[in-house]
């Protein structure tokens, strides 16, 4: 983990020693490294992590008025019944949503531990209401963006990411100034 999280994680472990559950929700740019920082923070702490791609619209939601809507292509009621609702549960269960074959997989069910991460875009939307005790907003600059989301999804997954989903998230973020409400903001180039 690198050095400048180092307020970050005295910060988590501050909590973790005064309450018996933790949540942190993890929200930022494609490719700027919030799936790695969640990583980091389960190896560190042991946390349980829910990542918020399983939480993408199902087909029959994809609609023109649904993809206008700031934060509309995720499925943010579903993930507020099914996670938000259970967060303080001993097993959070629901059906993680495959954008690939456009169909629910079978009921995951994940033990929480005394940590939880939530981590993806989308993570902090208005919907779920401060659902979280750190938000934390990872920021990248598009030229260091392109060369990860390339080197991640190939030129054709990288030109998707580029011409659709970046857009829609910036729509968000800035709709919700979703960087301005977090915790901590860390940008990376």
Known sequence: MVEYYDDLITHIETLSQTKQ??????DGASASGKTTLANDI???FDATIIHMDDFFLPKQLRTPARFNEPGGNIH?????????????????????????????????????????IIEGSYAT???????????????????????????????????????RWIGL?????????????????????
Do not use: W
């Not at 996670?83 to 993680?96: E, G, N, S, T």
């Not at 919907?127 to 190939?154: E, H, P």
């Open 21 to 26: 559950s933790v949540i942190i929700a993890i």
């Open 42 to 44: 389960q190896n560190k």
């Open 76 to 116: 943010y009621e579903y993930f507020k019944d099914a996670v938000v609702a259970q967060l303080h549960q001993k097993v959070i269960a629901y059906r993680p949503f495959d954008c690939h074959e456009m169909n629910f997989k079978p009921i995951h069910k994940i033990p929480r531990k005394p940590i939880v």
């Open 125 to 163: 939307h208005p919907y779920f209401g401060r659902y979280y005790d750190v938000s934390i907003f990872l920021d990248i600059d598009a030229k260091t963006q392109v060369a990860r989301l390339v080197q991640r999804n190939g030129e054709h997954g990288a030109k998707q990411f580029i011409n």
């Open 169 to 189: 998230e910036n729509t968000y973020f800035d709709a919700f100034a979703i960087e301005h409400k977090a915790d901590y903001v860390f940008k990376v180039t």
